[in-house]
């Protein structure tokens, strides 16, 4: 069983696939309303996925990360290397920056937000080996000190079949708020001044105040919150968009390729922008973000 996930159809189930709509703007934002997501199936030219694959799989053999009994593209982990978040691998990689940055994503959100969209600059890019998936989170916590009508886009770099591990959604977790009210107020970067330990803790260095997550286990939320665990087999060329406070985990990888995929964010640009997150060299949850406030 994944993360010991009850994997019967009340608990888990597949994403609604909204490729039959992908071009009906009001049939999105409903959905999008409705669901709290979009996930879309060959929403992108799977040879632009797969360039940056390759872009990515290149770097990973260079720096000895893969098994040389196995092809390259096959991105078969060495055992002892292990890795999750990798953002250095989305630096200065003009394949990355083509998928998440172009004008098939700009078109997308343009038209879901009825208005121009900018972007954070701010790659959050994944190579993920065996192991434990994301804990179940919302990402306001990490990113709303700009406008919170905010977008995720989640992007899988080639197949992810469960076993590699991909994203899944709580579902109706969107509508929830109101219960997670106290979680969805955190920000990760905020400590408390009158508060020496946590002084201690984040001032000045890279740490927070938070750990971000929700719990580490998703069974037990989703007893506490209801709704099923809705994910799906990946093929490259998807994409799957969501909301701000809709729960999301990923499965565990329990192969030994590695799971690649970015997560990058996207709202109108007329709205404020998480300082953050923009620029040549992001401030992102190092000393420059944190902020002290009295508790
Ligand atoms: O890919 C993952 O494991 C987590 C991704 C995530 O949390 C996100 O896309 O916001
Ligand atoms: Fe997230």
């Not at 019967?8 to 934002?29: H, I, K, M, Y």
């Not at 121009?116 to 179940?136: E, K, L, N």
Request: glycine share 8%; proline share 7%.
């Amino acid at each position: 069983m994944q993360n010991g996930l009850n994997l019967s159809p009340a608990a888990f189930g597949e994403l609604r696939s909204s490729a039959d709509c992908a071009d009906r703007v009001d049939e999105l934002r409903q959905r999008l309303d409705a669901d709290g997501y979009l996930f879309i199936p060959g929403f992108f030219d799977p040879a632009l996925i797969l360039a940056a694959r390759a872009s990515v799989a290149a770097r990973l053999a260079a720096e000895g990360a893969l098994d040389p009994a196995h092809p390259v593209d096959d991105l078969v982990a060495r055992p002892d290397k292990a890795m999750t978040y990798r953002g250095d691998l989305a630096l200065n990689n003009p394949a990355v920056e083509r998928v998440v940055f172009g004008p098939e994503l700009d078109g997308f959100y343009a038209a879901l937000f009825g208005e121009p969209v900018r972007h954070f600059d701010h790659i959050w890019y994944r190579a993920v080996s065996h192991g434990m998936g994301t804990p179940p989170h919302c990402d306001l916590v990490y990113m709303s000190r700009g406008t919170h009508q905010l977008l995720t886009c989640w992007i899988p770099y080639g197949e992810v079949p469960l076993e590699v591990g991909g994203l899944m959604v709580l579902e109706d977790s969107h509508k929830k708020s109101e219960q997670l009210r106290q979680y969805l107020e955190v920000d990760v970067d905020t400590y408390c001044e009158n508060d020496p330990k946590q002084v201690a803790k984040v001032k000045g260095t890279s740490a927070w105040s938070h750990p971000g997550w929700l719990t580490n286990n998703p069974v037990v939320l989703q007893k506490r919150l209801g709704g099923r665990w809705l994910t799906t087999e990946y093929r490259p060329g998807d994409l799957l968009t969501f909301k701000m406070n809709l729960i999301h985990a990923s499965l565990d990888n329990q192969t030994q390729r590695i799971r690649i995929s970015s997560d990058t964010r996207y709202q109108r640009a007329s709205q404020p922008i998480d300082e953050r997150w923009i620029g040549n060299n992001p401030a992102t949850h190092g000393p420059r973000a944190k902020r002290g406030r009295i508790c």
